[in-house]
């Protein structure tokens, strides 16, 4: 998103939506910062210097932390207007030659979002750690697992949001129950997080502007309060604003003062979707949101407090509701319910986002995905996600039933979230941004020292439930790279038994088998070659289809690539053998609506190449892969074949004649049978099928394009069919154990329980052809 092409209407409208998504959760700590910061030891210092010095600590930690190194650093470290740990590690990737991505091209390059007007060229600048990490396999091996552990700390961060950001909101009831039935309270909490997670399918587009008035409202009614609370209590509360205190504070309770540290990190908890649903908004719209509402009324409720507490030092257990006037408590507390179902939304789209990211490059189980068009582009929905989750956040309420003990659970995932962001951050500024290596330490150092010292703080909690956190964390990070290893080794071995070009010239253009009405799309993750899948199925069934495409669906490290240049397409081998290769391109954001008629793209893609081929802009005729061409960008584009549309059942035969006669087109016997075959399954769709016919154009009077474009349209005509691999995966008996371990027990157990290949890519269970492979890894 680029801010200076907006008006200062839109601006405002994302500032506004901003603070139904973005916001949530930082507006909602005040309602336990204090209460965790004075649950331990810290109690014994009841005086006013110390909650002044607390005070103190969250002024400038909120200042640094969140308005300085998020708001006004983190922010410029977007990718074309996307946030977040993926987010920087593609910056990297394309600035840097650290990806592991297995099938990248040169062509990748050429795509226009790849381009940032803002900074020099990658050639601009070269440092000597950046030079150690390109050239070092371990060292790109170790920045893909501290970015998986980044992710990993993303998803025990949302298990423990929602539960925390509730819990402490209904815990108002106490006050009145005089800690009674607490019992109730978290039943009550579980009733919100489960109504909150069932309605999660509705997408957030319109929560945005439903949840935004709450919080809006939240924000100014505590912010009435702090200052009601520095009035009446204690108007002096403003000379802690000195760091001074800070020093006092340190001097006076000492290890006690440095332990409830994990506490006062708790303030900024949340800043970390400020840069992770950045793609929904824009940097001007969050700044201002940020600077002239969210950060002045959380600095006067921490004052408030601040001041109520100086005064008022045993309440420190229910320091945010004890503020309260007693006629505005049940309001207050109403709101502050509402507030916590807006603070768990933005973790829960931002985990959506975020396994969408790591599904598309490789580093997750296959799940499913689901997008509307009512949606804001890039908005997900994942069941299998949404119901995990829920489970999870339920089992935390009930397992830990505490607000204190989930805050030092919450403690060590956020700051260790926020720690691996920042050394991020500073391979950003070395690698993309091209400044010195020191300016980059420097960074890292200055804000890494504030981070250590609360993470420090956090660690000394672990017996005491963050435990629970390095636990979960562990689980998901094992998940990932198990996954990714696994893929990685499925993918070497294919590079390494594919067939060459010259086995497959030497079949000659029948391939010496039979060739067979219609057109085959046999799907491989190889971006050339020809891959052990084609010669497998042909072993067992020596004929095939007239057309044969090589399709190669893959991710690029940019966050959306343009329709105009997801399609490549070349050709394989000479013309008469008609094979094709597709590589169908897609970013780590993009989302492809299950109606998309990939079929029909392919063919008037196909159909283009083969002019453009003509009109002399590549020579394929060659015995290796050809000239591959982003047919979309060309100004013809669509207008060589007039297309016609005709509703029927999805894949079956028109009831409509071909624009052409057919000589081996399917007999009527089994065409009957596919179409009874359709009609009898539960999921079949009724959509417009497209049929096509060749124009008369300059190209089309040569008779051998018109005779390969007539063959195409006949192929399409006769029907498409799909050969995907259907694999099962084997450690080699002298691997060592831990690989064995990893193959053979871990990875297959993951293939087995996620969504199969060709349910992903939403291939019709009629057209799909599944061939059986062995891999020994």
């Known amino acids: 998103m680029v801010d200076n092409k907006r008006t200062c209407k839109q601006v405002l409208l994302l500032a506004y939506q901003s603070f139904g998504i973005v916001f949530g959760d930082l507006c909602i700590s005040p309602l336990y910062v204090y209460k965790s910061t004075f649950s331990g030891r810290l109690r014994d210092y009841q005086t006013e210097d110390t909650v002044f010095g607390v005070f103190s600590l969250i002024f400038w930690t909120l200042t640094l932390l969140s308005l300085f190194k998020h708001v006004i650093i983190l922010l410029n ?11 920087l590690y593609a910056l990297l990737c394309r600035n840097s030659k650290v990806s592991l991505l297995p099938n990248h091209q040169a062509a990748d390059e050429e795509i226009s979002t790849y381009h940032d007007p803002d900074h020099s060229s990658r050639n601009a600048h070269s440092s000597q750690f950046k030079a150690f990490i390109e050239r070092n396999r371990k060292a790109k091996t170790g920045l ?36 009674k039935h607490s019992g109730m309270v978290v039943f009550l909490a579980c009733l919100v997080l489960i109504g909150h997670f069932v309605l ?115 309440a420190t257990s229910i320091s945010f509701y004890a503020s309260i006037p007693d006629p505005l408590f049940w309001p207050v507390l109403i709101m502050a319910t509402l507030a916590a179902i807006v603070a768990s939304q933005a973790i829960i789209s931002a985990m959506f986002s975020i396994v969408k990211q790591c599904y598309a490059l490789g580093c997750f189980p296959r799940v499913k995905v689901v997008h509307k068009s009512r949606w804001v582009r890039g908005q997900v929905y994942i069941p299998e996600i949404n119901w995990v989750h829920m489970v999870l956040s339920l089992a935390i309420t009930v397992g830990f039933r505490d607000t204190n003990r989930l805050a030092n659970a919450y403690g060590i995932a956020f700051m260790s979230l926020t720690f691996v962001t920042t050394w991020l951050t500073s391979l950003v500024i070395d690698f993309v941004w091209h ?23 956090s660690c000394m909690k672990i017996l005491r439930g963050g435990w629970v956190t390095l636990m979960l964390t562990a689980a998901f990070l094992v998940v990932m790279f198990v996954w990714h290893y696994g ?15 010259k086995t497959i010239l030497t079949l000659g253009p029948s391939l010496g ?48 690539v343009p329709t105009k240049e997801r399609y490549l397409i070349g050709r394989i081998g000479p013309k008469s053998y008609r094979m094709y290769r597709c590589i169908v391109r897609s970013g780590y954001k993009d989302v492809h609506n299950h109606d998309d008629d990939f079929e029909n793209d392919l063919v008037t893609s196909l159909a283009e190449f083969i002019q453009l081929e003509a009109e002399g802009f590549g020579n394929v005729d060659g015995p290796v892969d050809g000239w591959l061409a982003v047919v979309r960008t060309s100004e013809k584009f669509g207008k060589r074949l ?29 065409q009957r049978l596919r179409s009874t075959y359709e009609e009898e399954s539960l999921d079949v769709k009724y959509r417009p099928r497209a049929q096509f016919k060749l124009l008369e154009t300059k190209q089309n009077k040569d008779m051998h394009v018109k005779e390969e474009l007539l063959e195409l349209l006949e192929a399409k005509c006769a029907g498409v069919s799909y050969v995907i691999g259907h694999s099962r995966i084997k450690a080699k008996w002298n691997a060592p154990f831990l690989k064995r371990f990893v193959i053979n027990v871990a990875y297959s157990f993951l293939r087995k329980n996620s969504r199969a290949p060709a349910v992903v890519l939403n291939i019709p269970h009629i057209c799909l052809i599944e061939v059986g492979m062995n891999y020994h890894v």
């Open 77 to 87: 470290a977007d990718d074309n207007g996307e946030g977040g740990i993926f987010a």
């Open 200 to 314: 999660q399918y509705r997408g957030t587009y319109k929560v945005a502007f439903m949840f935004a008035p709450i919080v809006i409202l939240w924000l100014l009614t505590i912010a009435i309060v702090g200052v009601y609370n520095i009035v009446k209590w204690n108007p002096r509360v403003y000379l802690a604003l000195s760091p001074h205190y800070i020093y006092k504070f340190f001097r006076e309770t000492g290890r006690d003062g440095w332990m409830s540290l994990t506490g006062v990190l708790l303030c900024i908890t949340g800043t970390e979707a400020i840069f992770q649903d950045l793609g929904q908004f824009s940097v001007t719209s969050i700044r201002l949101a940020f600077c002239c509402v969210v950060y002045p009324c959380l600095v006067l409720q921490y004052m408030g407090q601040a001041a109520y507490l100086s005064k008022n030092i045993s």
């Open 487 to 501: 893929n990685r080794k499925r993918y070497l071995y294919d590079q390494h038994n594919k067939v060459s070009m």
């Open 642 to 670: 007039a297309v016609s549309e005709s509703n029927s059942i999805e894949g079956s035969s028109s009831s409509s004649s071909p624009p052409f006669n057919a000589n081996s087109s399917k007999s009527a016997t089994l």
């Open 435 to 457: 400044r010195s290596f020191v300016f980059a330490l420097l960074f890292a150092l200055f804000f890494g020292s504030i981070e250590i010292v609360y993470l420090s703080s």
């Open 513 to 560: 088998i039979v060739r067979i009405p219609g057109i085959g799309l046999i799907y491989t993750e190889l971006v050339n070659g020809v891959p052990a899948t084609f010669t497998h199925f042909l072993t067992n069934l020596p004929a095939f289809y007239q057309v044969v495409v090589f399709v190669c669906a893959k991710t690029v490290p940019v966050p959306y």
């Open 144 to 179: 893909l697992v501290f970015v998986l552990l980044g992710i990993s700390l993303v998803f025990s961060v949302g298990v423990f949001r929602p539960a925390i950001s509730v819990l402490s909101s209904i815990d108002g009831l106490q006050v009145k129950l005089e800690n």
